[in-house]
């Protein structure tokens, strides 16, 4: 059974820090691209951050600078530290796993920044 769970979420003030974690087991995630997407009430889900197998990173212009994606050897942790949030960071992270026509997503997790 193919399980990403993410946890970390929650209440912000403006200005501080989150480390979002993202599990994953039932398959070789050490072979998938691994990343974090986002989704704001009432708005698209979007993409955050992602991070592949080489460990070559990639990020959205509004994270660069703020925030970090990372996983472990083993390939079945990713986790995306976040600093300087915004109130504009409120919204559902998701972690999201992929290899060719494969995609996995979990459930999210929330984050709130308040002002």
């Known amino acids: 059974q193919v399980q990403l769970v993410e946890s970390g979420g929650g209440l912000v003030q403006a200005g501080g820090s989150l480390r979002l974690s993202c599990a994953a087991s039932?398959?070789?995630?050490?072979?998938?691209?691994m990343g974090w997407f986002r989704q704001a009430p009432g708005k698209e889900r979007e993409f955050v951050a992602a991070?592949?197998?080489?460990?070559?990173?990639n990020y959205a212009d509004f994270a660069k600078g703020r925030f970090t994606i990372s996983r472990d050897g083993a390939g079945n942790m990713v986790y995306l530290q976040m600093g300087s949030l915004r109130p504009e960071d409120t919204a559902v992270y998701y972690c999201?796993?992929?290899?060719?026509?494969?995609?996995?997503w979990g459930q999210g997790t929330h984050v709130t920044v308040s002002s």
């Open positions: 039932g398959r070789a995630f050490s072979t998938y691209s």
């Open positions: 999201n796993a992929r290899l060719l026509s494969r995609t996995y």
């Open positions: 991070i592949n197998v080489g460990g070559i990173t």
